[in-house]
């Protein structure tokens, strides 16, 4: 697809792998993010050999792709509750077993929350966490991708300084990748609607993360204020981000090669209307 950004959307499995592939054609997905089981369930799933090999051969006929995993809602990988934290890792062990069986090569991941303890106990947790589950994934071909929150209450990854803080703690921290969300970046406070707040968020988050760590960016406008820590996603344009703000992110070479999922309101009518907008502001 020459000149054809890499912009896709979060997509339903419920019709089937390969059937969300063909969804995806449909609403001028380029890419696709899923859940590789229900988000919102700590049931394990299995897939049927016959139902992966339909995806892979949908894929491979339609140039689709990356596809990109975003794990469960439920897991907390930096919890301090100890019961918690276990079933979270393991929980996160399967995601890791499915994605290699569907042959995904990210995974994204949230920060979790640390609390009922210090910022500080909650970072030492979740590096204790990668360090238990980038071996696995690594063997699995799946990259561990942190996601930027809007750093909401107790939970962790709304700055960026606290990437930094984490690696150190990370062995194989060269490991990871990034996923920058537009919608929880300008919620944590990161001005990407000026020129000049562009520029020194992006500046920022090379000098503090590194531009070579981003492997995702989740396109999302918002309905809620400039470090208002509060996560509501809305259609492209509509929010306070804006127009004008994809366009500058579309036009910036450094980004041209990420996937760009969206993640908006609308199920699949919504994502080809945002698509169909962004392809235009990309142009
Ligand atoms: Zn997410
Ligand atoms: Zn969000």
Redesign the pocket.
Known sequence: MPGYPLIGAHLSTTKGLAAMVHTAVEIGAACIQMFTASPQQWRDKLYAPADVEAFRAALAETGIGPVAS?ESYLINLASSDPALLEKSRAAFVQEIARCGVLGLPIV?V?WGSYKGSTLEEGLARLAESLNLLIPPAENAGVQIVL?TTAGQGSYLGGEFSQFPRLFEMVTLQERLGVCL?TCHVYAAGYDLTTDEGYARTWAEFDHLIGLDRLRAM?LNDTEKLLASHADRHCNIGKGLLGADTFTRLLHDPRLRDVPKYL?TPGGDEGYAADLALLRELAG
């Open positions: 975003h994204i949230h996601e969300d989740h993640e």
